[in-house]
């Protein structure tokens, strides 16, 4: 079936422009995540959601990070006013419903954000 | 979550074991094990998880020692299509929307 897909790949901002994420999970997944990974580093968490419901939020950098998910399917990640710093990969990951096998992670294969 | 320490970088032949080690000495009795890796410009992927028991998929072996505090990963028979960032990570039993903690990874160079 289909995986998790993410839009754009690649996005070039200007800075202090705001820009919006998208995720589109795996059909009937219920967990979401969103991560970013800066050049050379392994992936920090940003935020998790279960169905429409952001339960945590300990991750995102600043208040200019804001993520939502309001029919708990497709989630967008949005950035205001951004900065050099936001430069990174935005990775998002999706978790089966309990009950349906190992609690790995699905993952995206992620926005490429680019701010000059 | 418990801390992972991973060799930055290794190589392998192909064709042949990879054995890719990691210490996580101060692991809890409920913590997993999971193995992770990240092939270029692409997310990260699952391969393996375990609690103590050694276990096999169609993808790789993970052998525990039996103190808990370390594990080696095994692709048993490493192509170039394995090269990548191998991500090892501890994380609290296998709780639903328990987030992942990444470390530096070992990145594997597998020759020709």
């Known amino acids: 079936g289909a995986g998790v897909s993410q839009s754009p790949r690649y996005k070039v901002a200007k800075r202090g422009q705001d820009v919006a994420l998208r995720c589109d999970p795996i059909?009937?997944?219920?967990?979401l995540f969103w991560y970013q990974q800066a050049l050379g580093q392994g992936p920090e968490f940003l935020t998790y959601?279960?169905?429409?419901?952001?339960?945590?939020k300990s991750g995102l950098p600043s208040d200019r990070f804001f993520a939502e998910r309001p029919e708990g399917s497709v989630s967008t990640l949005k950035i205001q006013r951004t900065q050099q710093e936001d430069s990174a990969v935005y990775l998002c990951?999706?978790?089966?419903?309990?009950?349906?096998?190992?609690?790995?992670?699905?993952f995206g294969p992620g926005t490429r954000l680019t701010v000059t | 979550d418990a801390k992972t320490t991973q060799p930055p970088s290794m190589d392998c032949a192909e064709g042949r074991a990879a054995n890719l080690p990691c210490n996580h000495s101060?692991?809890?009795?409920?913590?997993?094990v999971y193995w992770y890796r990240q092939i270029h410009s692409q997310g990260p992927q699952y391969i393996i998880h375990?609690?103590?028991n050694n276990e096999t998929n169609e993808m790789a072996s993970l052998i525990i020692t039996e103190d808990r505090k370390s594990s080696t990963l095994i692709l048993p028979h490493a192509t170039l299509r394995d090269t990548a960032v191998y991500y090892c990570?501890?994380?609290?039993?296998?709780?639903?929307?328990?987030?992942?903690?990444f470390g530096a990874g070992t990145i594997l160079r597998v020759k020709s």
């Open positions: 990951a999706s978790t089966a419903p309990p009950g349906q096998g190992v609690y790995e992670q699905y």
């Open positions: 059909s009937g997944h219920v967990s």
């Open positions: 959601f279960q169905n429409e419901a952001q339960l945590d």
């Open positions: 101060t692991i809890s009795g409920n913590e997993y």
């Open positions: 375990g609690l103590k």
């Open positions: 990570i501890v994380r609290v039993a296998e709780e639903y929307g328990n987030k992942l903690v």
